[in-house]
């Protein structure tokens, strides 16, 4: 099983451009869910999904989109990139114990915004 | 007030030293209670569950206060491989739903 992944692992991006970051997971979990991690300021949750075809905001969902056509696949979207989106990316995968179990990681996505 | 604190650190000890790091959370409704380490650079990987009744695996040991609001985890005999940010994560009722809350995380330094 190859777990969590994430696509790509590295971008640069200019202000204003759009990308859209591919998490997969191959543990058929039901939750899937999109952090960024700045320093100093831990995990924030940015979007969740708790089933193929379901989001959800998280604390900081502002400029960014997600979709979840299908259960092992969820993308995140930035439409307009802005500088305070340069961040590391993680997404998770989890058991559907009303999202209070352990979560898998993928490996992270480095987004730098000039 | 964050939901979760922690003290980042950083850890600097020796090898063999036995180390200490607490955790606090506001959310006095949380249900589940996890370790994790993050190694530079690469995503948080679980370290080990934190039960009411206290655990262990092997060298890592988790206590849980309840009343308090407080985790803490003891590693014993520290390793170089040990070096690494350790994660205090909660879980409980949050806004919209269920969800985990992540501490920023406390640097361990185990140093020759």
């Known amino acids: 099983n190859a777990g969590v992944t994430q696509t790509p692992k590295f971008r640069v991006l200019k202000t204003g451009q759009s990308m859209t970051l591919l998490c997969a997971q191959d543990m058929n979990h039901e939750y899937m869910y999109w952090y960024r991690q700045d320093p100093g300021m831990g995990l924030r949750l940015i979007h969740y999904?708790?089933?193929?075809?379901?989001?959800a905001k998280g604390e900081v969902p502002d400029g960014y989109n997600v979709s979840r056509l299908k259960k092992q696949n969820f993308l995140l979207g930035l439409e307009s990139a802005a500088p305070s989106q340069t961040s590391v990316y993680f997404c998770a995968s989890s058991y559907p114990a009303g999202g209070l179990d352990e979560q898998f990681f993928g490996p992270g996505t480095r987004l730098t915004v000039l | 007030r964050k939901e979760v604190e922690q003290d980042p650190g950083p850890f600097n000890v020796p090898e063999g030293a036995t180390v200490a790091f607490n955790c606090t959370y506001s959310?006095?409704?949380?249900?589940?209670f996890f370790w994790y380490r993050q190694d530079c650079r690469k995503e948080p990987k679980l370290l080990m569950s934190?039960?009411?009744s206290g655990n262990e695996d092997g060298r890592f040991t988790a206590q849980l206060n309840r009343a308090s609001q407080y985790i803490s985890l003891l590693i014993r005999d520290s390793k170089l491989s040990d070096s690494a940010t350790y994660l205090c994560v909660v879980g409980g009722l949050t806004g919209g739903g269920n969800k985990l809350t992540f501490g920023t995380g406390t640097q361990l330094k185990v140093e020759l």
């Open positions: 934190v039960y009411s």
């Open positions: 959310n006095s409704a949380s249900q589940s």
């Open positions: 999904s708790v089933g193929e075809g379901t989001t």
